[in-house]
């Protein structure tokens, strides 16, 4: 599904045409919240302007309105997204998966559902605070620390099936561009040099400061301990040099860049003057995406940077505590994937709004791992029915194969309002249960008639739920590794089956004498241990009442010792 074009201009009347419509659009397609906030002492107007460009069937939640608002792109079939990256300075947590996990699920629908060219912009602080405490703790180089934990989050992102960025910019290598950058706002007299050599942006004088502010409950830390700023909220472009911190040369002195100027500059530098869509998690609406978002305005002079800012829920635990390393509550990717698989927290993921919070708990995993089972069972028995293991007089056709289109239809509609994958999953778990009714008992005559009596239904079903769950990252075990190592170990796996199930046919025997019963108990024994050996390594046997016996691999999480 492609989006289609708002606006067509002729190109020798662009210029004209853009200015008429601007007006027009000033005027009349401008929406405004009220605001008051407190800790500013001041009443504001929140604007958004929906921008001009080309329209698509997508909704997205607009949180500076309050309400979904159609995505709208500046480029046709093209999205401009920067999304906030790690500071690496330690490991990431299951927390931080989940946010990226749901953005991986935005970015998905976006690429594979509605067929749009995605630019995913991912920052990465590698030069921060946190960083250079951690340096100084280990004695080790910053550089080579924050690039030991930068490889170590991308390989987590991809053991947890998260795409990687399309493009990913470092601040280390943007030294340069951050402060002309700063140069750009000083010279509008928005930024002013303390005596320390800090450089920083005057929130009194930018009348629009706080429109993302209102959001959320925040103070700025830093503007408490500071003394040199002419306002609590004023933040730093540049901070000066410290002792044994790792600086670089600048028209105000050695010194580095503060936290927000960095993607900003990144983001301007690869992405234009202007983006999409800019996310990360609720705890960057403010100090980090309100800041960026007025020193952007100034720096390219205008009222809107970004047009559609997506924030994701918090992973909780213990009811609404946010899972964060300061509150030392964390579980590490790694130690998480030793009891569970990607699976597993993406489909938690995909249960809940990604606005929302996520309840971290055992009955949270349970249900998500159930969901998991039931989808993978469903595949595995659509494969059963289709080799000719199970049949059904009970298959309706027509029924099915109109049922996959509705429920098709019903799923990209959810996933276009505000991607709502839980009413999403809501239709597609009801189709299972739908088609797993009618496929009925397994064959006890290979040879009936009956078997395979609807292959294109039970197959159009099938190929339905592993696309949209394929679309979603969700990946099936049988689906996992290169086509010729798979089809190695089917080979081995059918010849495996093919002898056991010969191992039970002698063991079942009604003519078998009673005097070998004692055998024929340990040779039953027998196939049942290594049916539980291979379910152990994640291989599924199951025994039909025709003695012949199929398997199945299974997503089981795999233990790292």
């Given at each position: 599904m492609s989006s289609t074009a708002a606006l067509t201009f002729n190109k020798y009347d662009l210029l004209s045409k853009k200015i008429v419509l601007s007006s027009i659009f000033f005027c009349q397609n401008f929406v405004t919240s009220k605001a008051i906030d407190p800790k500013l002492k001041t009443s504001s107007q929140v604007t958004w302007n929906q921008p001009l460009g080309y329209e698509t069937n997508i909704s997205i939640y607009n949180p500076l309105v309050k309400k979904k608002t159609k995505l709208v792109l500046q480029n046709e079939n093209c999205v401009k997204w920067y999304s906030c990256g790690p500071t690496v300075y330690d490991s990431a947590h299951i927390g931080h998966a989940s946010s990226y996990i749901r953005l991986d699920i935005i970015r998905r629908i976006l690429s594979n559902v509605f067929g749009l060219n995605v630019f995913y912009l991912m920052g990465i602080t590698d030069i921060d605070d946190k960083i250079i405490a951690r340096s100084n703790e280990t004695k080790e180089d910053f550089r080579t620390l924050a690039k030991r934990y930068e490889v170590e989050f991308f390989q987590d992102l991809s053991n947890l099936n998260v795409l990687p960025p399309t493009m990913t910019v470092r601040v280390s290598d943007h030294i340069p561009e951050i402060i002309s950058f700063v140069k750009g706002i000083m010279k509008t007299d928005r930024a002013y040099k303390a005596k320390s050599g800090s450089v920083y942006f005057s929130t009194q004088k930018f009348p629009r400061y706080g429109k993302l502010r209102s959001l959320v409950d925040g103070e700025d830390e830093e503007g408490k301990k500071s003394g040199e700023k002419e306002h609590p909220h004023d933040f730093s472009l540049w901070k000066a040099a410290k002792p044994q911190e790792p600086h670089w040369d600048s028209?105000?002195?050695?010194?580095?860049?503060?936290?927000?100027?960095?993607?900003?500059?990144?983001?301007?530098?690869?992405?234009?003057?202007?983006?999409?869509?800019?996310?990360?998690?609720?705890?960057?609406?403010?100090?980090?995406?309100?800041?960026?978002?007025?020193?952007?305005?100034?720096?390219?002079?205008?009222?809107?940077?970004?047009?559609?800012?997506?924030?994701?829920?918090?992973?909780?635990?213990?009811?609404?505590?946010?899972?964060?390393?300061?509150?030392?509550?964390?579980?590490?990717?790694?130690?998480?994937?030793?009891?569970?698989?990607?699976?597993?927290?993406?489909?938690?993921?995909?249960?809940?709004?990604?606005?929302?919070?996520?309840?971290?708990?055992?009955?949270?995993?349970?249900?998500?791992?159930?969901?998991?089972?039931?989808?993978?069972?469903?595949?595995?028995?659509?494969?059963?029915?289709?080799?000719?293991?199970?049949?059904?007089?009970?298959?309706?056709?027509?029924?099915?194969?109109?049922?996959?289109?509705?429920?098709?239809?019903?799923?990209?509609?959810?996933?276009?309002?505000?991607?709502?994958?839980?009413?999403?999953?809501?239709?597609?778990?009801?189709?299972?249960?739908?088609?797993?009714?009618?496929?009925?008992?397994?064959?006890?005559?290979?040879?009936?008639?009956?078997?395979?009596?609807?292959?294109?239904?039970?197959?159009?079903?099938?190929?339905?739920?592993?696309?949209?769950?394929?679309?979603?990252?969700?990946?099936?075990?049988?689906?996992?590794?290169?086509?010729?190592?798979?089809?190695?170990?089917?080979?081995?796996?059918?010849?495996?089956?093919?002898?056991?199930?010969?191992?039970?046919?002698v063991a079942l025997h009604p003519d078998m004498a009673a005097a070998a019963k004692p055998q024929r108990q340990q040779l039953l024994q027998s196939c049942d241990q290594f049916r539980d050996d291979l379910a152990a390594a994640g291989i599924e046997i199951k025994d039909h009442r025709s003695q012949k016996s199929t398997w199945s691999l299974k997503d089981i999480a795999v233990t790292q010792e």
């Open positions: 028209p105000w002195g050695p010194g580095r860049p503060g936290w927000h100027i960095e993607c900003s500059a990144m983001a301007s530098k690869v992405l234009g003057p202007s983006l999409d869509i800019h996310s990360g998690g609720q705890d960057l609406v403010f100090p980090h995406h309100e800041n960026e978002e007025a020193q952007s305005c100034v720096y390219h002079d205008t009222s809107q940077w970004v047009n559609y800012w997506l924030h994701t829920g918090h992973l909780q635990v213990k009811g609404d505590v946010k899972m964060s390393k300061s509150l030392k509550n964390t579980i590490s990717i790694s130690e998480f994937l030793k009891t569970y698989t990607s699976n597993h927290l993406r489909m938690l993921c995909l249960l809940s709004p990604y606005r929302h919070g996520i309840d971290y708990s055992t009955e949270a995993m349970k249900t998500a791992e159930n969901c998991c089972h039931r989808i993978q069972s469903f595949v595995d028995e659509c494969q059963l029915y289709l080799a000719g293991l199970k049949g059904s007089t009970d298959i309706d056709e027509p029924f099915v194969l109109k049922q996959v289109q509705e429920t098709r239809k019903l799923v990209e509609n959810y996933l276009a309002d505000d991607f709502d994958t839980p009413r999403a999953m809501t239709e597609i778990l009801k189709f299972v249960t739908s088609v797993n009714s009618m496929i009925g008992k397994p064959v006890i005559d290979a040879a009936s008639s009956n078997v395979n009596a609807r292959p294109v239904a039970i197959a159009s079903a099938m190929n339905f739920v592993k696309d949209i769950f394929a679309t979603l990252g969700i990946t099936f075990a049988s689906d996992k590794g290169g086509a010729a190592d798979h089809q190695k170990l089917s080979s081995v796996l059918d010849a495996t089956m093919d002898f056991r199930s010969r191992v039970r046919e």
